[in-house]
């Protein structure tokens, strides 16, 4: 059976959606997010500064998966990235630094990564995000 990034089963085939159509989506959710439920909250745009330090983080473990030969040293540190993501956009309240979309994308992405090919399928969906946010007007 095929994963969630990939078409295959050697996890060879990316799904192309999530570079195109998918990517493009989630890009304009971040920079057109929905109102807020409750007027007590916000669900503020995604800065260019909040996409790139999260973007950053992923490039960082990219970069320490390049160079270990076991992914369950790193692993844990990638599941960590939904304690960063919620830290950012708290359920309730008003401090929220991110939209509620982008803490769900994160969150559905981390949920799926299982070993260093959904991570690199993962890293190569965030940077076509990332092109999509500034090519859509994300500042």
């Not at 493009?24 to 439920?37: L, V």
């Not at 509620?100 to 959904?118: A, G, S, T």
Request: hydrophobic share 35%; aromatic share 12%; glycine share 4%.
């Amino acid at each position: 059976m095929a994963s969630y990034f990939f078409i295959d089963d050697k996890k060879e085939l990316i799904k192309e959606n999530f570079l195109t159509n998918r990517a493009k989506t989630w890009a304009e959710s971040f920079i057109r997010p929905d109102p807020p439920k409750e007027r007590s909250q916000r669900n503020p745009k995604l800065t260019s500064a909040q996409l790139r330090k999260f973007h950053g983080e992923a490039k960082a473990l990219e970069e320490r998966i390049k160079t270990t030969d076991d992914f369950k040293k790193i692993r844990p540190l990638v599941k960590m990235l939904k304690s960063k993501v919620a830290y950012a956009c708290p359920v309730t309240g008003s401090d929220r630094k991110v939209p509620e979309e982008f803490r769900k994308y994160i969150e559905e992405m981390v949920d799926n990564i299982d070993d260093d090919k959904d991570f690199k399928a993962f890293a190569l969906c965030f940077e076509a995000v990332v092109g999509f946010f500034y090519g859509q007007g994300g500042r």
